[in-house]
């Protein structure tokens, strides 16, 4: 399993993001750290700043720059996986630069997910919940699947919407964290845009559009905020715990 962390200094709503501290470290370090834990052979971070490139290296970790001009963390990957000669069946997790409390144990999960189902191109991970609030979120994306565990789609709208309004359903929330296979990465970035990646905002539909499986694993624990605000940041600080 080889992590690879996109991570850019430009965010809109939190500039410098993955240089903001959390724990006393940069928020960079802190999400390579949750990497090593997972017990991956190997553990890169995907950027195109300089500065996010030398706090990584003074701290030991190994770093790949890519171009500025990426859409999308996946597209920063995809470059990654080519500068770093990937073979085609390497197992690659996505782990989003913004993500300090995710639990190693979930991303080694993923990616045995993927090794073990090769009829899968891609596994995640969501999240069992029953919270009416969060299921009316558009800001929280909702996964349904089918009985294998495949995905059937994602949407940021309530789904599968409920006959019966109460009690709060049960839903799965996705957990943003993915694993694939290199060849795959390249096919994916490949296809560009499709229709209902555009009107969800959600990247993972371009591989339901083109028939690509992805398989997701169920958990009940949370793994936390993600940053992307000031206070997410706030938050990620309060609930910060060592890998």
């Not at 850019?8 to 802190?30: F, H, N, S």
């Not at 294998?148 to 309004?165: E, K, N, V």
């Not at 694993?179 to 993972?204: D, K, N």
Request: with cysteine; hydrophobic share 45%.
């Amino acid at each position: 399993m080889h992590v690879i962390i996109p991570a850019r200094y430009g965010a809109t709503r939190l500039p410098g993001k993955p240089l903001r501290e959390v724990a006393g470290r940069p928020l960079i370090l802190r999400v390579q750290e949750r990497a090593m834990a997972s017990g991956a052979t190997r553990v890169t971070v995907a950027t195109d700043d300089a500065r996010i490139a030398e706090v990584v290296k003074d701290a030991g970790g190994e770093v790949v720059m890519t171009a500025a001009t990426h859409a999308s963390g996946t597209d920063r990957i995809a470059e990654a996986i080519t500068l770093l000669a990937l073979p085609d069946e390497a197992i690659v997790v996505n782990l989003q630069g913004d993500e300090p409390l995710m639990p190693p144990a979930l991303v080694a999960a993923v990616a045995r997910a993927l090794n073990d189902n090769p009829q899968w191109q891609m596994a995640t991970a969501a999240r069992r919940m029953q919270d009416a609030q969060a299921f009316a979120s558009p800001h929280l994306v909702k996964v349904v699947c089918e009985a294998s565990g495949r995905a059937l789609y994602f949407s940021r709208a309530p789904i599968p919407w409920p006959r019966d309004p109460a009690p709060p359903p049960a839903f799965l929330g996705h957990i943003g964290l993915y694993a694939y296979r290199a060849g795959f990465v390249r096919m994916f970035t490949g296809w560009g845009p499709s229709a209902l990646e555009q009107r969800e905002g959600l990247e993972q539909l371009r591989a339901l559009d083109h028939g690509a499986a992805i398989g997701v694993i169920v958990t009940d624990s949370d793994p936390g905020p993600g940053v992307d605000t000031e206070e997410g940041l706030a938050r990620a600080n309060a609930l910060w715990r060592p890998a």
